[in-house]
């Protein structure tokens, strides 16, 4: 069993083509990463790790088409969150992410880490908790904290705080990516889909 624990981005869009997925694992068993997905129209995933090590792990849980290890600079500060690493011959991105907790995610954020692990795993809990949550925050209500990824492996979502997102930016090779929109791709992640609005959580993934 895999158990990360840490900051998690789901299905950031910039502009018409491009969606990311970023994760910052404070605890892992292979020890601390970040990693970048990265996906175009036609579904070419990149992988962007900051260390071997992550990269392999994160390799055995979903696919990709090609793999970069990078130095990844996280920073998370006032409710901006910059990520920043080269990416080779497309030169250097920089994702800036703003969010908050508002009052409704400031009272619910400390009962999520109240709930016992054998409720967190139920199927009906981890259906619930994205439609209840979607109202609060405008996100997607069909987001999933449970299932099987693309590569077979059975996981589960444990969320402990929940974020807002109110805006970002995204610059490529010093280009503009375009605005932060709502994704309209549906890429194969098994049971897991990119979802329509950016969410930000920290979390448990446990992974079978």
């Not at 997925?21 to 990265?38: I, K």
């Not at 088409?65 to 920089?94: H, K, M």
């Not at 987001?143 to 693309?150: D, F, I, L, S, V």
Request: glycine share 8%.
């Amino acid at each position: 069993m895999i158990v990360e624990k840490g900051w998690f981005i789901i299905t950031m869009q910039f502009g018409p083509d491009d969606v990311f997925f970023f994760e910052d694992w404070d605890e892992t068993p292979v020890g601390p990463y970040s990693a970048l997905m990265h996906f175009t129209p036609d579904d070419f995933r990149t992988l962007y790790a900051s260390n071997e090590a992550g990269r392999d792990l994160l390799s055995t849980i979903h696919r990709s088409d090609e793999q970069v290890v990078t130095d990844i600079t996280s920073r998370r500060q006032d409710g901006r969150w910059t990520i920043e690493l080269d990416t080779g011959e497309r030169g250097r991105l920089r994702i800036e992410v703003d969010y908050k907790a508002t009052l409704l995610l400031k009272l619910m954020n400390p009962m999520l880490r109240l709930v016992p692990d054998v409720v967190a795993r139920n199927p009906l809990y981890c259906r619930l908790v994205p439609r209840l949550a979607a109202p609060i925050m405008g996100t997607d209500p069909n987001t999933k904290m449970a299932g099987y990824t693309e590569l077979g492996r059975k996981s589960h979502f444990r969320m402990e705080k929940v974020f807002l997102i109110s805006g970002g930016r995204c610059t490529w090779g010093g280009s503009d990516c375009g605005p932060l929109t709502d994704c309209r791709y549906q890429h194969d992640l098994g049971d897991y889909r990119p979802v329509s609005k950016p969410a930000i959580s920290y979390l448990h993934y446990i992974v079978e």
